[in-house]
């Protein structure tokens, strides 16, 4: 969760110098949902994302140079600097891409626990996506098809209470959750707080074993908030989608902050063993800036490579 957050902060305090060429949807506030599914999850195991990737591809292990040095465009990027940072992949990872298309990943994912059944092989297929998502016609058909047949799929909605700039009450009628809707097509589904990395967690584990054990798939919902704007690196206080108010109650609820004072109440970690991990990931987010910063941007020849038709 802290080096998502620290990574994050880097890219919203450099992002106005104008040398990341592509947008980037920031995940500040929602850390311990990616931390806590990825946790849960093997090293073969294969996780897809959303147009709001940087946590899920770091929680899954994803390359930092490789994702800084997309995000400035290099060829060293995941993607040879080609993508941004919506269209962030790592194989070697586990972490299978993010598309910027809502909700276009789910039936990928699917698709994957599909594949993985056929082979006999028990690889457990996650997918992150955010509840809007939900509204599209392919969250239907691929958790129906899943369910349908048994397929290892984790289907993982990050409620944050928007899409884009409109709240859940413009949206959907009282009593609504994504969680009724999966369970209305046989699939095991439970709702979570997104701020607790533990108990999403322990959500995610039981959810891994069943798919291991061939039980099908599952939903988890946790409701989360964001404390960026939608797109970019700035605050959006000003919208009147959502006050200051909000924001601040939301923010006393920090993921970071909440399993901080766990740790240390417990014992289990000291405010100077914190302080060395603080330093450790940034020097290895400051060796990761300024690798991405310095690396040779694509040839021109490249542009066509790579491509289907």
Same mark, same amino acid.
């Given at each position: 969760m802290l080096t998502v957050r620290l990574v994050e902060e880097r890219i919203c305090s450099e992002y106005a110098e104008q040398t990341m060429r592509c947008p980037v949807h920031i995940c500040i506030g929602q850390e311990a949902i990616a931390a806590g599914v990825c946790a849960a999850l093997r090293d073969e195991d294969a996780v897809m994302s959303t147009h709001r990737s #940087? =946590?899920?591809y770091l929680a899954k292990g994803g390359d930092l140079r490789a994702m800084m040095a997309e995000i400035y465009g290099r060829e060293a990027g995941c993607c040879r600097g080609k993508g941004g940072s919506m269209h962030l992949?790592?194989?070697? +990872?586990g972490f299978m891409g993010a598309v910027p298309i809502v $909700?276009? @990943?789910?039936?990928? +994912? @699917?698709?994957?626990? !599909? /594949?993985?059944?056929l082979a $006999? *092989?028990?690889?457990v297929s996650v997918v992150f996506f955010g509840e809007g998502a939900s509204e599209e016609g392919v969250f239907q058909e691929s958790i129906q098809y899943a369910a349908l047949k048994k397929l290892p799929v984790?289907?993982?909605c990050e409620n944050n209470g928007f899409s884009v700039n409109t709240p859940l009450k413009d949206r959907r009628p009282d009593g609504f959750s994504v969680t009724r809707v999966a369970e209305a097509y046989g699939v095991e589904a439970g709702q979570g707080d997104g701020n607790d990395v533990l108990g999403v967690y322990e959500m995610a584990r039981r959810a891994v074993d069943r798919a291991r054990l061939g039980e099908g798939p599952s939903l988890l919902e946790f409701s989360t908030y964001r404390w960026r704007e #939608? %797109? =970019?690196?700035?605050?959006?206080? #000003?919208?009147? %989608?959502? /006050?200051v108010e909000d924001f601040e109650q939301w923010k006393e609820k920090c993921p970071i902050?909440?399993? @901080?004072?766990?740790? @240390? *109440?417990?014992? !289990? !970690?000291?405010?100077?063993e914190i302080a060395q991990m603080?330093?450790?990931?940034? /020097?290895?987010v400051d060796e990761a800036f300024a690798f991405a910063k310095t690396a040779p941007a694509p040839d021109a020849g490249l542009a066509g490579s790579g491509e289907y038709a």
């Open positions: #940087h =946590g899920h992949v790592d194989l070697k +990872a $909700g276009s @990943t789910i039936p990928i +994912a @699917t698709g994957i626990g !599909l /594949s993985s059944k $006999g *092989r028990d690889i984790i289907y993982v #939608h %797109c =970019g690196p700035n605050d959006d206080h #000003h919208l009147v %989608c959502r /006050s902050a909440t399993f @901080t004072g766990f740790l @240390t *109440r417990e014992n !289990l !970690l000291g405010a100077d603080r330093e450790g990931i940034l /020097s290895q």
